[in-house]
T-cell receptor, first 112, second 109 residues
Framework: NAGVTQTPKFQVLKTGQSMTLQCAQD?????MSWYRQDPGMGLRLIHY???????DQGEVPNGYNVSRSTTEDFPLRLLSAAPSQTSVYFC???????????FGSGTRLTVV | KQEVTQIPAALSVPEGENLVLNCSFT??????LQWFRQDPGKGLTSLLL?????REQTSGRLNASLDKSSGRSTLYIAASQPGDSATYLC????????FGKGTSLLVTP
């Protein structure tokens, strides 16, 4: 089925560990983005990309890295996990501006 | 910085009622406005997309309006059903989506 696929769905990390959250879409969308969702804070933009090789920071980029080597994939890397990064992470894509955004089902991350 | 506000934060209604969810935003320079539904522990499902040149969109029992000049959008749900219980999120697109904190809707049988 066409859409945005996120893996893993759940993850527990220890403080200081690193990991990569995977995001892949098969709709040939140019625009991809990562959000985190926290209680009382809503969804906040971490990083986004308007095409392969192009990335930019969003509202809360500290502690996260991204790269966009292909149109399909947009991984999010946590360099040294902290308890403040405990959250639900969503990846989204869209063909171009003024079109529907498609969201993945999310990754629930707990850092202990 | 774009600020998106949704009122009310929570709403409980009996089945069959018509209801209105409100969304306001501070910067009218937007590409579009999108309404999403989120069920507990799940991802976001797109309900309606209103492009900046449009005034409203309809899908089934849902109708969304957009007034860019006043920075407001409303989502109208007709004849509510228990299956409509979810959190409804409003998002405006600038260089990315800016979300409100949502309205948590409970429709009781």
């Amino acid at each position: 089925n066409a859409g945005v696929t996120q893996t893993p769905k759940f993850q527990v990390l220890k403080t200081g560990q690193s990991m990569t959250l995977q995001c892949a879409q098969d709709m040939n969308h140019e625009y991809m983005s990562w959000y985190r969702q926290d209680p009382g804070m809503g969804l906040r933009l971490i990083h986004y990309s308007v095409g392969a090789g192009i990335t930019d920071q969003g509202e809360v980029p500290n502690g996260y890295n991204v790269s966009r080597s292909t149109t399909e994939d947009f991984p999010l890397r946590l360099l040294s996990a902290a308890p403040s990064q405990t959250s639900v992470y969503f990846c989204a894509s869209t063909e171009l501006r003024q079109q529907d955004y498609t969201f993945g089902s999310g990754t629930r991350l707990t850092v202990v | 910085k774009q600020e998106v506000t949704q009122i009310p934060a929570a709403l409980s209604v009996p089945e069959g009622e018509n209801l209105v969810l409100n969304c306001s935003f501070t910067d009218s320079a937007i590409y579009n406005l999108q309404w999403f539904r989120q069920d507990p522990g799940k991802g976001l499902t797109s309900l309606l997309l209103i492009q900046s040149s449009q005034r409203e969109q309809t899908s089934g029992r849902l109708n969304a309006s957009l007034d860019k000049s006043s920075g407001r959008s409303t989502l109208y749900i007709a004849a509510s059903q228990p299956g409509d219980s979810a959190t409804y999120l409003c998002a405006v697109e600038g260089y990315a989506l800016n979300f409100g904190k949502g309205t948590s809707l409970l429709v009781t049988p």
